[in-house]
């Protein structure tokens, strides 16, 4: 089974009013693979949500970086599932390392938010991966299986989740996977999945990369056969963004 290769740009809390403008417009113009090949995705900060909407093109499409999902009410500060429903925000990026990290986002929870945001209509990027400590002490494949474990135990659709593995120590640091590590960490999840959840799953679900991603090491990771794309951080908010989506193989 062939899977769409997936590009997603995460700009963090980057951005004026006018540089996003600026990026929408480089983006509006690139020259790229068609939308059959290669699917891309953008996520600006929530105050920009609706301009890059807006102002993107039709191929291209927009996600949130998070969504509070749980019944009862949001927080201050925080963006409901319904609320990204309402403006028409298609994608949300769940279970980010530095969500996990600074907020103590456990597994359950971010289990619990991919099932709730699935269920309000939302398609997920659910983000995985490993610290370095946890690498250097070889536990890398039982942390993102038990990452992974906790969304498939409350799903049971996966046809609009993304997979994103993050290996901590590649985000924003410059230091970025092998493709050789990417792979063996992509292959070892697609086979948890066809053990644990099923085949069609395994064989559907794009994987993808994030970590230092940039226009130089894109290509030889796209050429793995797991990696189903990229999930890129400070790349994206620049023109080599426009290569790192002509990696599409
Ligand atoms: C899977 C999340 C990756 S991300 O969105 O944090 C980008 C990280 C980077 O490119 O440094």
């Given at each position: 089974m062939s899977r769409k290769f997936f590009v997603g740009g995460n700009w963090k809390c980057n951005g004026t009013t006018e540089e996003v403008k600026k990026i929408v417009s480089t983006l509006n113009e690139a020259e790229v693979p068609s939308h059959d090949v290669v699917e891309v995705v953008v996520s600006p900060p929530f105050v920009f949500l609706t301009l890059v909407k807006s102002l993107l093109r039709s191929d291209f499409h927009v996600a949130a970086q998070n969504c509070w999902v749980r019944k009862g009410g949001a927080f201050t500060g925080e963006v409901s599932a319904e609320m990204l429903v309402n403006l028409g925000i298609p994608w949300v990026i769940i279970g980010h390392s530095e969500r996990r990290a600074?907020?103590?986002?456990s597994n359950e929870f971010v289990g619990d938010k991919v099932a709730y945001a699935l269920s309000q209509g939302l398609k997920v990027i659910a983000c995985i991966g490993e610290t370095l400590e946890q690498r250097e002490s070889g536990s890398t494949m039982s942390v993102v299986a038990a990452q992974t474990k906790a969304i498939a135990d409350k799903?049971?659709?996966?046809?609009n989740v993304v997979l994103a593995y993050e290996p901590v120590w590649a985000i924003g640091t410059g230091k970025v996977a092998t493709p050789a590590q990417a792979q063996e960490v992509h292959c070892e999840l697609r086979k948890w999945l066809s053990e644990n959840v099923g085949a069609d799953v395994a064989a559907s679900t794009r994987i993808i990369y994030g970590g230092s991603v940039n226009g130089a090491n894109c290509q030889e990771l796209a050429g793995q056969p797991d990696v189903d794309g990229f999930l890129v951080g400070?790349?994206?908010?620049?023109?080599?963004f426009v290569d790192i989506i002509k990696s599409a193989t």
């Open positions: 600074l907020l103590n986002e799903i049971t659709n996966w046809d400070g790349a994206s908010l620049k023109p080599e």
